[in-house]
């Protein structure tokens, strides 16, 4: 069965770079949501688009910004990297009218290293 | 505030012994329970969950999960672990009302062959 894919799955950065993180959803998933996993930390959300419209929004910084595109994958963008944005980003995707959003499947997440 | 408590930051077994992870959550409403693992590497998958009804969920691998209402608890039990058991737990409630997850800091359990 096809799964949640994130790319890229490692990413290194510098400070005050930016990044761009991918996350596509399970087919015909029409939610997406973000979470952030610090090292030893659990994850936070941070914000969740449902049919490309923001639906909620957690812990995501100013610098960070996100958005669902027609084809229903989501990007999120984070500008100006500090070394405390390192951390594993996955994604999850849901259907509203399959489960709803407490039945999210997650990415595999994108590893970033901010140096 | 809405939180989850796991107990247990790290647990070490020896394979065939019992598991006992404690997760309470702090909030006012009707919520779903949820047991997340994430094995070395990989991404976080559903161990079983509690919306309603019996309090006694059982899962995959063997794993079971019992809702205490009064004590908000939501503790994960294996009668007898298993080496390939190594992994993080996750505790995770979704309140009826809201729109997101509250996970718990996780418990790193490694089993020991």
């Known amino acids: 069965a096809a799964g949640v894919i994130q790319s890229p799955r490692h990413l290194i950065k510098e400070k005050r770079e930016t990044a761009t993180l991918k996350c596509y959803p399970i087919p015909r998933h029409d939610t997406v949501y973000w979470y952030q996993q610090g090292p030893g930390q659990d994850p936070q959300f941070l914000i969740s688009?449902?049919?490309?419209?923001?639906?909620d929004k957690g812990s995501i910084p100013d610098r960070f910004s996100a958005q669902q595109f027609s084809d229903y994958h989501s990007e999120l963008n984070m500008s100006s990297l500090e070394l405390g944005d390192s951390a594993l980003y996955f994604c999850?995707?849901?259907?509203?009218?399959?489960?709803?959003?407490?039945?999210?499947?997650f990415g595999p997440g994108t590893r970033l290293t901010v140096t | 505030a809405q939180s989850v408590s796991q107990h247990n930051h790290h647990v070490i077994l020896s394979e065939a012994a019992s598991l006992e992870l404690g997760c309470n959550y702090s909030y006012g409403g009707t919520v779903n329970l949820f047991w997340y693992v994430q094995y070395p590497g990989q991404h976080l998958q559903l161990l079983l969950k509690y919306f309603s009804g019996d309090p006694l969920v059982k899962g995959i691998k063997g794993f079971e999960a019992e809702f205490i209402k009064s004590k908000f608890s939501f503790n994960l039990r294996k009668p007898s672990v298993q080496w390939s058991d190594t992994a993080e737990y996750f505790c995770?409630?979704?309140?009826?009302?809201?729109?997101?997850?509250?996970f718990g800091t996780g418990t790193s359990l490694t089993v020991i062959p």
């Open positions: 995770a409630f979704f309140p009826n009302t809201g729109n997101q997850f509250y």
């Open positions: 999850a995707s849901s259907s509203w009218t399959s489960g709803g959003p407490y039945e999210q499947y």
């Open positions: 688009f449902y049919e490309k419209m923001q639906s």
